[in-house]
């Protein structure tokens, strides 16, 4: 053995001669196959980190980094702003994605070691032994590099190598004097690439790998016994809680629930999260419940919440917002989750994660990935039945206006299917009662919107979007779901938003429509053309005229067919006729429409 790899037995990283050409060729081989082109800041920081490593690190302290690889303001808080601190741990994630799809150089993976920004080379299973580990031990010795069936669905097709001239790729790397490194290995790795082409290897191109990541079930989430005072009322009311938290949750898809002294709680798993109930003082007439979800693996705070229990409302409905914020599609868990996949979804639960996202951002770029995992089956009944509502959203929301008629048949024998495969499941119903409202079929909308209710009453986006047709066809019930929407709507949601803002100017309640407008939720991400469109009926409801003006004309802008008629422009967002027409005659009543030029 020699000195260098004996170096590698002991620390898992190469000794310091050769180590910055090492280091720069993997930097080289990661920045040509475009897996970072989606990702400029972190792609950035990568090359400013590399750079400052090959220099000796000395300068990599989180206050440096983040003015100088992340260009923050010199002014910033490094105490109350996690932003530097974030990015790096997307950086983290961003690299194990690459690492299980492609190879290393020479066997050495670039890896930032927790509590470092320093950039370590190590063998795959030390720098990554999540993945390389359990191809080890399920007897899968194929490289990384190749397209696999257990690999993720890349977010963006990527570039065949040849496109990108050798010269960008590095012009980009951190220079040492050692000029003739930084062309030679990228136009190497292209030659190797293309090559491989020509010879009929598998390639991510313009088409997404069909089969995708082998199937992903939702995160485990352990509900805990709860904790009360030495008394009986106390116990009861602790008991009553765990039993209610219990029951909403569990009727969630967004995660997999499993209470902590069940027998069928695995005792080796490491949960993902874990909820923790502690019953508080009495307050005058109101009991408190304390509740805390923290980390399951490190035991990090993630989100805390006090409930004083009204006692002229119910436990459900007292506890129902928790519930919502916990466990609901766009809830804590959700999001945390959502922001894993990074753009690379696996069939199965991140599949749907995906297409939740794409449901608020609606960025054209996405449909490809989430057409390929929402075609293919599933492990678990529940899990395939959601599947297949999304999937019926996915054939009505892709449709041309040609086929749209053809469409709503397709959809409506998925949403079919979907009850077929779990008729418990609030989706299923979901999808089933969303295409029967929008072919004007009420009756049948309205007896699934009770199916979907039922399963699921903590939804807040089902709740709204359901409430709001069910409304519109003269259903008393429907204003009972917006009510309950509009209470456990979920911070940073927008795909429910339109929905209860209509319900809003419906009922007279303006008082409610400054906390729906995108400025008050802060809404990240969302499809321009929507914000646009929900921002007009705010402002046209409030008697803001000009500013309503103003809002439409930047949706007929963002809208996918420009300068249509109101009706055409709103089909992207809007699928009942009957409500765009409500929508349209509502704009003209407050002299919004028709613009004048």
Not at 162 to 174: H, N, Q, V, Y
Not at 283 to 295: A, E
Not at 425 to 454: D, P, S, W
């Amino acid at each position: 053995m020699n000195d260098f790899d004996k170096r590698l037995s002991i620390t898992g990283e190469p000794m310091r001669p050769g180590w910055d050409e090492l280091l720069r060729s993997e930097l080289a081989n990661i920045l040509a196959s475009g897996h970072f082109d989606k990702s400029p800041t972190l792609q950035k920081l990568l090359v400013y980190l590399v750079g400052e490593t090959i220099k000796g690190g000395e300068k990599l302290k989180s206050y440096i980094v983040a003015v100088e690889g992340l260009g923050k303001d010199p002014q910033f808080d490094l105490h109350t702003d996690s932003y530097p601190r974030v990015q790096v741990m997307r950086l983290r994630k961003m690299l194990e994605g690459y690492y299980a799809r492609h190879s290393p150089l020479q066997d050495l993976c670039i890896h930032i070691p927790a509590g470092s920004y320093e950039v370590k080379l190590a063998r795959p299973t030390t720098a990554y032994p999540e993945i390389f580990s359990r191809l080890l031990s399920t007897g899968n010795s194929e490289a990384a590099g190749n397209v696999r069936t257990t690999g993720p669905v890349s977010f963006r097709p990527q570039k065949p190598p040849s496109d990108e001239p050798p010269e960008k790729t590095a012009a980009m790397l951190p220079s040492s004097g050692r000029g003739p490194l930084l062309w030679v290995v990228p136009l190497f790795l292209i030659v190797i690439v293309v090559a491989a082409y020509f010879a009929g290897a598998e390639r991510v191109s313009d088409k997404y790998d069909p089969v995708g990541a082998t199937s992903s079930d939702a995160p485990l989430l352990i509900l805990d016994r709860p904790t009360a005072a030495a008394n009986t009322a106390a116990q009861d009311l602790a008991n009553e809680a765990y039993a209610k938290l219990a029951d909403g949750l569990g009727r969630s898809w967004a995660v997999r629930l499993s209470l902590a002294d069940s027998a069928a709680t695995d005792p080796t798993s490491t949960p993902s999260y874990r909820l923790s109930t502690q019953v508080g003082q009495l307050r005058g007439r109101q009991q408190v419940i304390y509740l805390r979800l923290v980390d399951g693996r490190n035991s990090e705070l993630i989100w805390s919440a006090s409930v004083a229990l009204d006692p002229d409302k119910s436990f459900a409905d007292n506890l129902g917002k928790s519930v919502a914020q916990i466990a609901g599609p766009f809830g804590i868990i959700a999001r945390r989750e959502t922001g894993k996949i990074e753009g690379q979804y696996r069939r199965g639960y991140s599949c749907l994660l995906g297409y939740m996202d794409y449901l608020n951002a609606r960025r054209p770029e996405m449909l490809a990935p989430l057409s390929a995992c929402l075609n293919q089956p599933v492990d678990g009944d529940r899990l395939n039945a959601v599947r297949l509502a999304l999937l019926s959203f996915h054939i009505v929301a892709t449709a041309t206006r040609e086929d749209r008629s053809s469409a709503m048949v397709r959809a409506l024998g998925v949403a079919q299917q979907a009850i077929q495969t779990d008729g418990k499941e609030a989706y299923a119903h979901f999808a089933m009662a969303r295409i029967q409202f929008v072919t004007n079929n009420c009756a049948k909308g309205v007896l699934h919107t009770g199916h979907a209710a039922q399963a699921n009453p903590y939804d807040p986006v089902m709740l709204a979007v359901l409430g709001n047709f069910a409304a519109l066809c003269g259903d008393p019930y429907g204003d009972v779901l917006l009510e309950r929407a509009f209470d456990f709507r979920s911070p940073g949601e927008s795909y429910a938003r339109l929905s209860l803002i209509l319900s809003a100017i419906r009922n007279g309640q303006t008082e409610r429509l400054p906390a729906l407008s995108t400025e008050a939720e802060n809404v990240p991400g969302v499809s321009a053309s929507y914000h646009h469109l929900c921002e007009t009926l705010v402002a046209a409801a409030m008697g803001d005229v000009e500013k309503a003006r103003r809002e439409w004309r930047k949706f007929d802008a963002a809208s996918v067919y420009p300068g249509g008629s109101p009706d055409i422009m709103m089909q992207e967002i809007v699928l009942s006729p009957q409500t765009r027409s409500k929508v349209i005659s509502y704009l003209k009543a407050r002299n919004v429409l028709p613009i004048k030029e």
